[in-house]
């Protein structure tokens, strides 16, 4: 069973960088989409990039100009580029992939905290 797995997190002060990555376990059939999510407790979960398999990337509002995300299909690898960290970054990171026939797949997360 694929499993999806992020890594990168942590704790950065406020105006850090902090680059997230994650990738599927073991052998599948290619992914389509992907994208970055993020969860604070009592509040929905935040779509904050997504990045098709032609590599056209798409951006949360509050993250624009600040966070970049990019793939390396070889490495069936999703990144998150996150530059000017704020407090209000502070979120667990959770990414999703959509594996080709099988459907989408979400990680655990990673949890990045920036401190003021």
């Known amino acids: 069973q694929v499993e999806i797995v992020e890594s990168g997190g942590g704790l950065v002060q406020s105006g850090g960088s902090l680059t997230l990555s994650c990738v599927p376990t073991g052998a599948i059939p290619g992914i389509a989409d992907m994208g970055w999510y993020r969860q604070v407790p009592g509040k929905p979960r935040e779509l904050i990039a997504s990045?098709?398999?032609?590599?056209?990337?798409e951006y949360g509002e509050s993250v624009k100009g600040r966070f970049t995300v990019s793939r390396d299909n070889a490495k069936n690898t999703c990144y998150l580029q996150m530059n000017n960290l704020k407090p209000e970054d502070t979120a667990v990171y959770v990414c999703k992939m959509v594996i080709r026939t099988w459907g989408a797949y979400w990680g655990r997360g990673t949890q990045v905290t920036v401190s003021s």
């Open positions: 990045i098709s398999q032609d590599g056209d990337a």
